[in-house]
């Protein structure tokens, strides 16, 4: 009975999501009334689940659901979970949801991209459930996965706009920074207990603690890692800049993502993998340090704010700072009510932002007092000039980011002026037709250089796909860059344990397939004005919206976002490498971080931004 | 002024040798948008700087130097053609009489067939663009973002908790005291931050580095730069000129802005490559380009102004035939009307409403719910003038059109009204502890909260409430008892020869002298609407966006006044004794109404009142039932009242967009006696002014009432125009992603520029049609009135205003071109009569996209009701 119920709850969402898919785009109220009742359903399953589960004494339920990939090193399968802190996220989750569909049900009519918005709000649900359903980091990992894709697709929402498709691409970068922080979790995971770990067996803390105490550094390893993940999903420092930029949508999506639902999913991610890292000392005060500072210098930030959904976004950062603080130091009642309390308030913030104007104004107009600057000890107008400046300038995180995460690759990128010329391409085959033939004559080759060839493949993969990202010129040329990387990436983990031809395969045949469908849109697009040059935005998506839409599914099939064989691919890769490779972990993370990047970065300049042909309206870029 | 001008003149001769500071700002502030912080939204010509040139003249040229669009798109164009909302024969006719009819059949397919390759590039921003292209610095990006979050927290109202320091010394001072006594700067160099504390810092001491010795390129280089972001560049410019237009006041000139823009540039160049470059002009390899030079021949943009006659004619001539068909029927029925008006001459109620198209279909209700009631039109403010301070309000807000600046003072005073507080309003979030305090208590009270304004939208004093605006209960200081009585240069109230003065002007100009009923209602209107920034749009433009009510109330006291009425008697217009005047207040969106001192009526009038009372209210049921034929969410079908309670909830939904549709669909204009159009349909469509040409027989009032036509009803319908044929730069956008900024505007993103000019949900059943004036009067007449004010006639002459007159006598229509009246003959045969104008509207369809080419279809024909 609460199996099914349990199943149902994703089930639901995802029905949802297909069908509001193959309604017609001019059936506007179909298409909401569908995501209405979808939510409805689901809530009303949810509160029938919860009854059902107070009444039978709320214990722990987990479900082993299916295998989708076992072999004798790996299974990859998926885990349903539901205790306490599922219970609330599902019900905070299905009551804004609930809202925001009723609400934007109205506010979104006769918006350009109306289906767009409920599709993909459904299947942000969808997502949302399988991540907060989790029984372990794979099935987590599909939802935070979905949850990333539809942010980006949500804050590009106005894509024939310059700031929205930039910020979109900003916003990504870091969370996909946060996934590959997973990725590494579930990679470390695999190594450190040998079988694919579900949260329930965390629970036994003798069991935790026995397999930490061998192997501490490995505990520290994946502690740190899903900190960072939860730290990006949930814009505490030093990633905090990010959230302000998301607010690109409608207002609606930017309540239900940016002002409650995805914004919390760190603190779910912290309070679901409490019981591993609980006994790690340094991670817990790390924890504190990050929610007390966050806390702090967020609350700076947004008193100086003087608009009014960055106000939100940095009042909101301050409080789930103080959140993570709850979490570290166990009190994760606290934190749930805190999360609740702060996920409504934040939507109705957000939903009501507009009507601030009039009534802020009405106020002054009748309780008007203006300001005093008057009589402050000179040293402490110098600190208070200093901080507002520091406050304003958002403590220059935005620019740190960059220098510090991004720039060193971009120079990387830039530098390896080599890989311009035509001829390196073949050098580049001669080289992976060595490696191929390497492979084949294992025994001729000293086991001291065979053992050296997978770091070096794999650093020439990561090269290959800076450039890609780096790359100001023809897309085509890009799009290969970046399927070469990948054929890099397979031969380097190839070489690194004993060859799995089908496992292989598994990644290989997702990567190709997509990679094919997307060169055939590219060069269709090609064939247009001849220009697909990645130093502008084209904004073909307003003369192309099929070829957009087929592209950016390939886009997402190259990538390996869940569904995708390419997706088991990835997480196969990487349990071909050993725990103490840490060099070649980082290349290789590294490759599909940039990888990743890379075509969206194709996507969004050749598809999106504002259309470069001006005979019908187009934006400012300054808009 | 002279000496300003003569300044311009001699600096345009000396233009091309070097660079003139003074100039150049004075020509950007003339180019940049010119709208208010959005409390007050007051409706204007966006292209307010090109008026003094031909419409299309204008429009082409601006399209060419800004690369906005000018003009509905070709195939848009093609596509109405198809659909036949653009006329064959009306097209035709627009052809032969531009290009002849020889070359009739070549410019029908240039029209209709040639391809055109209709990019344009704007020549604006091409200089700057050498900094991309040449120095691979995406400037904007560096210095935009910063840029705007300093200015929008310098100017900011009541958003930030934490106030911008020193912001009363000025925006330049502020930033130098702060950058004085602060361990940390905006600058991540030293040269910016040396160079500010400059003394007698020039911009051509700035652009010297940034683009070089030579001064040619100076003029273009900061069109370039202030056009990046004409938003804020704009309400700089606006508060420079109006600083009290921000209740929160702030010194701020837009040389200011452009001095620390120009720093910031320095600045961020100098932190990507080091102090070390070249200026600008050193990698340019083309002359300075002359912005405002003519442009080139363009056959498209002739296709297009032909295409755009075509459109406009196709609407026009339908109404004029109208009018000139009922006109017919009335005369063939000549000996019976007069009869008629003799034995009705007196009515049972009169009402003075607004010209604003919006009470077009109310007017018609109220008429067609007393068939014996009679009303007027005239513009909202009802000709009294003054500032209104409610109790306690710390301000005065100005109730009259914002180009005329009042001498008066009324004072709301014994209101009961009490302020209400929306506690999840609170202005405290950021605050870390209190933050924590209100997340705790106050979000669980808000999901509560939003569930109900879901579920169950109701009034709260988070929404403008039109109503609200004055209380009913309360007294104004509206007679002046002594003329000593002055507050802060404005006199409190007016003297008993200032009212009449103002009544009389207004009578006269509606041709309300005599017949007078027993009660005369006159009635202003205001709009409510929730979570909507641009609220003020809706409200009455003549009153510079606010509600009209005490204008109402004010303008029904003074009529009420008995030493009013013998001041008025001495000049001939004898008001009976028994006779009243009521002020009160129609919301546009709820469709709601409020009388004012309904305690003074006589005893007599009591009892009319309350039947009245029974008219105005059938009146509202119908009129939204008309509306709510726009409305998705309403079905149009649905008995009265339920129609009436939807569309009152829609206007405190905080998820409805579109509480109102404002002025969309605004074209026409009528200035002349009532009759003109009491028996045409008009689908909201048209500004109606009350006027008698009989009782004007020199044209004197005429002159008055014609004034005001250019600049509030041409403004508002070239606003539209213009933010409908292009939305992303000269309108704001969809309105669904917009943020808040300082309280003064709304942006896209949080380091978006701000968004002019009106948003999407606004223009979407807007066709972009331009003007058409039509008058009642003998052509001679009009023709001498327009011409003796240059700035009325320029907006005709000029053709930014199509103008139409009826010969009272003959029943010919004249239209103005060239300077002079020719005769007009309409080309439709028929319009379609009905009987039953509910059935029409129950049966009308909605727009299938909000594609111009759908979005024209859900707007009506002209009927003829019979």
């Known amino acids: ?623 | 002024m002279i000496s300003e001008l003569d300044i311009l003149e001699n600096s345009t001769k000396i233009k091309n040798t070097f660079f003139n500071e003074k100039t150049v700002l004075h020509n950007l502030k003339h180019y940049l948008p010119s709208q208010t912080p959005l409390k007050d939204f007051v409706h204007h010509n966006t292209l307010h700087a090109f008026q003094d040139m031909k419409f299309y003249d204008a429009i082409f040229k601006a399209s060419d130097i800004f690369g906005f669009r000018a003009t509905l798109q070709l195939t848009e164009f093609r596509e109405l053609f198809k659909n036949g909302r653009i006329e064959k024969s009306i097209l035709e006719r627009v052809i032969v009489e531009k290009k002849g009819l020889t070359n009739l059949e070549i410019w029908k397919e240039k029209l209709l067939e040639k391809q055109y390759e209709a990019t344009n590039t704007a020549r604006i921003g091409i200089l700057r663009q050498v900094w991309k292209q040449k120095f691979h610095i995406a400037l904007d990006s560096l210095v935009q973002p910063i840029l705007f979050r300093i200015i929008c927290c310098y100017l900011d109202q009541g958003i930030s908790l934490w106030k911008f320091p020193n912001s009363n010394t000025g925006f330049f001072n502020a930033i130098k005291e702060i950058e004085e006594s602060s361990f940390t700067s905006f600058f991540k160099s030293k040269r910016a931050k040396s160079l500010l504390f400059k003394q007698g810092l020039e911009i051509t001491d700035l652009l010297k580095i940034l683009v070089g010795d030579d001064e040619r390129y100076y003029e273009q280089y900061l069109f370039d730069q202030q056009f990046t972001h004409k938003g804020w560049s704009g309400i700089v410019s606006s508060i420079e000129n109006t600083p009290q237009s921000l209740l929160d006041l702030r010194k701020i000139y837009l040389r200011d802005l452009i001095l620390f823009e120009l720093l910031l540039e320095i600045d961020a160049i100098d932190s990507e490559i080091g102090e070390d470059w070249k200026p600008l002009t050193s990698k340019v390899d083309f002359e300075p380009i002359d912005l405002f030079k003519d442009s080139e021949y363009k056959e498209l943009n002739e296709v297009f102004a032909l295409w755009q006659n075509g459109f406009e004619w196709s609407y026009y001539d339908k109404v004029l035939a109208g009018i000139k068909l009922d006109n017919e029927k009335k005369i063939s029925k000549r000996l019976n009307s007069i009869a008629n008006e003799k034995l009705k001459s007196v009515k049972n109620f009169q009402a003075i409403l607004c010209i604003d198209e919006r009470e077009c279909s109310f007017r018609r209700h109220i008429e067609k719910a007393d068939s014996n009631s009679e009303t007027f039109g005239t513009p909202g403010f009802f000709s009294v003038e003054f500032y209104f301070q409610p109790e306690n309000g710390k301000f005065y807000e100005k109730l009259c059109p914002a180009p005329v600046t009042p001498k008066y003072l009324i004072k709301e005073i014994n209101s009961n009204n009490k302020r209400e507080h929306e506690i999840l309003y609170t202005d405290n979030v950021p605050n870390l502890i209190l933050g924590t305090l209100y997340t705790f208590s106050l979000g669980f009270l808000a999901i509560i909260k939003l569930l109900l304004t879901i579920l169950r939208p109701k009034m709260s004093p988070s929404i403008s409430d039109a109503f609200k605006h004055m209380d009913k209960d309360s007294e104004l200081t509206i007679e002046n008892k002594n003329i000593s009585d002055i507050e802060n240069n404005l006199q409190i109230g007016f003297t008993i020869e200032e009212m009449a003065i103002r009544v009389e002007s207004l009578l006269r100009s509606i041709g309300l002298i005599d017949n007078f009923s027993k009660l005369i209602y006159v009635i202003a209107h205001g709009s409510s609407s929730a979570n909507n920034p641009h609220h003020s749009a809706h409200d009455c433009g003549a009153c510079s966006g606010r509600p009209g009510s005490v204008n109402a109330r004010v303008f029904a006291f003074m009529a009420n006044h008995s030493k009013v009425r013998e001041l008025l008697n001495s000049k001939g217009i004898k008001i009976p004794n028994d006779t009243q005047f009521v002020g009160s207040l129609h919301d546009t969106a709820s469709d709601l109404i409020a009388y004012y001192d309904e305690h003074n009526l006589h005893d007599a009038n009591i009892q009319l009142h309350s039947k009245n009372k029974i008219i105005f209210d059938n009146a509202l049921d119908n009129n939204a039932k008309e509306r709510s034929r726009r409305f998705a969410s309403i079905n149009t079908k649905f008995n009265l009242k339920k129609v009436r309670s939807s569309i009152e909830k829609r206007s405190v939904s905080m998820f409805e967009p579109r509480p109102e549709l404002g002025h969309g669909t605004n074209s026409l204009c009528f200035i002349g006696n009532r009759a003109l159009t009491k028996d045409l349909f008009l689908d909201r469509r048209a500004f109606l002014n009350s006027y008698n040409y009989r009782t004007d027989k020199d044209g004197s009032i005429l002159c008055n009432v014609m004034k005001p036509i250019g600049p509030v009803c041409g403004g508002i319908n070239l606003e539209y125009y213009f933010s409908r044929v292009d939305n992303y730069k000269l309108g704001a956008g969809t309105k669904l992603p917009h943020n808040v900024m300082g309280l003064i505007g709304v942006a896209n993103s949080c380091d978006g520029d701000l968004r002019t000019g009106l948003p999407l949900q606004m223009i979407e059943v807007h066709d972009p049609v331009r003007l058409l004036v039509i008058v009642e009067h003998f052509p001679s007449v009009v023709l001498e009135t327009i011409k003796s004010v240059p700035d009325m006639y320029s907006w005709y002459l000029n053709e930014w205003i199509h103008l139409i007159v009826i010969h009272p006598e003959t029943n010919k229509i004249y239209y103005f071109k060239n300077e002079e009246f020719i005769e007009y003959r309409t080309m439709t045969e028929t319009v379609e009569g009905t009987t039953d104008i509910v059935n029409i509207i129950e049966t009308a369809r909605l727009m299938e996209t909000n594609n111009i080419v759908d979005a024209t279809k859900e707007n009506l024909p002209v009927y003829l009701i019979n």
């Open chain 1, 1 to 623: 009975m609460l199996q099914i119920l349990i199943q149902l709850l994703i089930i639901i969402p995802f029905f949802g999501f297909i069908i509001s898919l193959l309604i017609p785009r001019k059936l506007e109220r179909t298409i909401s009334i569908t995501a209405i009742i979808t939510v409805s359903t689901h809530s009303l399953l949810f509160i029938l689940l919860l009854i059902y589960w107070i009444y039978t004494g709320n214990s722990i339920i987990e479900i082993k659901e299916m295998e989708t990939y076992k072999s004798k090193a790996f299974d990859f399968f998926i885990d349903i979970y539901f205790d306490k802190i599922t219970a609330v996220y599902s019900l905070v989750g299905f009551v804004l949801m609930f809202t925001v569909t009723v609400f934007s049900h109205f506010y979104l009519h006769r918006e350009a991209g109306f289906k767009r918005f409920f599709t993909i709000i459904l299947l942000f649900y969808l997502g949302y459930n399988i991540v907060i359903f989790s029984g372990n980091m794979e099935t987590l990992f599909i939802g935070w996965e979905i949850v990333g894709v539809c942010s980006f697709l949500l804050i590009a929402f106005y894509r024939d706009r310059y700031l929205p498709v930039k910020n979109a691409i900003k916003v990504f970068s870091l969370f996909n920074l946060g996934d590959v922080c997973l990725i590494l979790v579930m990679w470390m995971s695999h190594h450190l207990w040998h079988h694919n770990i579900t949260f329930s067996e965390l629970h036994d803390s003798i069991y935790v603690h026995a397999y930490l105490r061998h192997h501490h550094s490995y505990g520290i390893f994946i502690a740190v890692m899903i900190l960072i993940a939860a730290v990006v999903k949930s814009a505490q420092l030093p990633f905090s800049s990010w959230l302000p930029r998301a607010m690109e949508g409608p207002t609606s999506s930017s309540a239900i993502f940016y002002g409650s639902l995805s914004l919390h999913l760190g603190v779910f991610l912290l309070l679901r993998t409490y019981p591993f890292w609980e006994s790690l000392l340094g991670i817990k005060v790390s924890i504190i340090t990050i929610g007390f500072f966050t806390a702090l210098i967020a609350t700076g930030i947004a008193k100086v704010q003087s608009t009014v959904k960055t106000q939100i976004a940095y009042s909101s950062i301050a409080q789930i700072g103080l959140m993570f603080i709850e979490v570290a130091f166990g009190f994760e009642s606290l934190a749930l009510i805190h999360f609740a309390g702060n996920a409504f308030f934040r939507t109705y913030q957000l939903l009501v932002s507009p009507s601030v104007l009039g009534y802020r104004i009405h106020n002054m107009f009748f309780n008007f007092k203006s300001t005093n600057f008057s009589s402050k000890k000179p040293f402490f107008k110098t600190l208070n000039n200093s901080f507002y400046i520091l406050c304003l300038k958002e403590w220059n995180l935005d620019l740190y980011i960059n220098k510090l995460l991004w720039n060193p690759f971009k120079f990387i990128g830039n530098k390896s002026q080599i890989l311009n010329a035509k001829p390196f391409m073949g050098l580049l085959l001669l080289i992976y037709a060595l490696g191929i033939l390497s492979f084949n004559y294992q025994n001729l080759i000293p086991v001291s250089i065979y053992k050296l060839l997978p770091v070096f493949y794999a650093f020439l993969s990561l090269l290959i796909v800076l450039k890609a990202f780096t790359k100001r010129g023809d897309a085509i040329w890009s799009w290969m860059l970046i399927l070469s990387s990948h054929f890099f990436i397979a031969l380097s983990v190839s070489l690194n344990d004993t060859f799995n031809f089908n496992e292989t395969i598994i990644f290989m045949s997702g990567a190709i397939i997509s990679a094919i469908t997307g060169y055939i849109c590219l060069v269709k697009i090609k064939k247009i004005d001849n220009d697909i040059n990645l130093n502008k935005f084209h904004g073909y998506n307003y003369e192309k919206p099929t070829i957009a839409i087929i592209f950016l599914l390939a886009c997402l099939g190259l990538l390996g976002i869940p569904i995708t064989p390419s997706f088991i691919g990835v997480d196969l890769m990487y349990t071909h490498i050993f725990e103490e490779q840490y060099i070649l972990i980082l290349l290789i993370s590294l490759s599909f971080v940039f990888i990743e990047l890379s075509v969206l970065r194709v996507y969004a300049r050749i598809f999106l931004g504002p259309h470069k042909k001006s005979f019908h309206p187009i934006a400012y870029k300054s808009s």
